[in-house]
């Protein structure tokens, strides 16, 4: 759980200026997300928009939702991050996504959800805030980020209830170093029966496999 970049110094002639760039970068994120600066307040303002002020939370300690007044026993799971899962990093084609050959990194922030019961089913919106860095290697003019999010009923044994991938595209500017944002509004599950809904957890994570194309489907076979 949050995975911390790390920066290698034995690099290629040449690119020593990129590597430094990308610890200035990185040390610079590390302070905003401490102290919170005012540069980065319209982002924020942003995204507590989608979740009327319940959103600037650390993505690691996101608190219990509060439930909607005409749903007071609706249990909202609490946001953890997928260990592994922190961190999305992509290097040159062939290269490891590490020193000189790093093209971008991107990582997760924060996090905020909020649910709502139709029937027998509960509906998440799951929001992700995070920023995406260039890397010495030079990042794409625009990167696509994949997530996957799902419920699950942990416990010695864990069972995943719903599971969505989504992606969306970040356009890099030219610090290198991009905010995104993304909300997942459509994980629908059925909602749990007493206090099962208790052990429930809402996983997110970067997730590579999203960004492959679906499979086709088969035609059907001719009947000889």
């Known amino acids: 759980m949050g ?9 290629r002639p040449g690119r ?17 997300m401490l102290s919170s600066p005012a540069s980065a307040q319209s982002l924020t303002d942003r995204f507590k928009s989608l979740f009327g002020g319940k959103s600037d939370q650390p993505a ?33 084609p062939g290269k490891e996504a590490t020193g000189a050959d790093l093209r971008f990194q991107a990582s997760i ?27 010495p290697a030079g990042a794409p003019a625009t ?9 699950v009923q942990g416990g010695v044994n864990e069972r995943t209830i719903a599971t969505k991938a989504y992606r969306t595209t970040v356009e890099m500017s030219e610090d290198g170093s ?3 944002t993304l909300v997942a509004e459509d994980l629908v599950y059925p909602a749990p029966v007493g206090a099962v809904g208790d052990s429930y957890i809402f996983y ?12 086709k489907a088969r035609a059907p076979k001719k009947k000889k």
């Open 3 to 11: 995975n911390k970049p790390v920066l290698v110094t034995a690099v």
């Open 16 to 32: 020593t200026r990129g590597v430094a760039m990308l610890s200035v970068i990185m040390i610079g994120l590390t302070c905003g």
């Open 60 to 92: 690691q300690d996101a608190p219990p939702a509060v439930p909607p007044v005409d749903q007071p026993d609706l249990n909202c799971p609490p946001v953890s991050i997928r260990a592994g899962a922190s961190t999305y990093a992509v290097g040159l």
């Open 109 to 135: 922030t924060r996090t905020a959800r909020d649910c709502t019961r139709t029937g027998g089913d509960i509906t998440a919106r799951i929001g992700i805030q995070g920023r995406v860095i260039a890397g």
């Open 143 to 151: 990167v696509e980020i994949p997530m996957r999010v799902a419920v």
């Open 178 to 180: 991009v905010p995104f």
């Open 204 to 215: 997110i994570g970067f997730d590579p496999q999203a960004l492959a194309p679906e499979p």
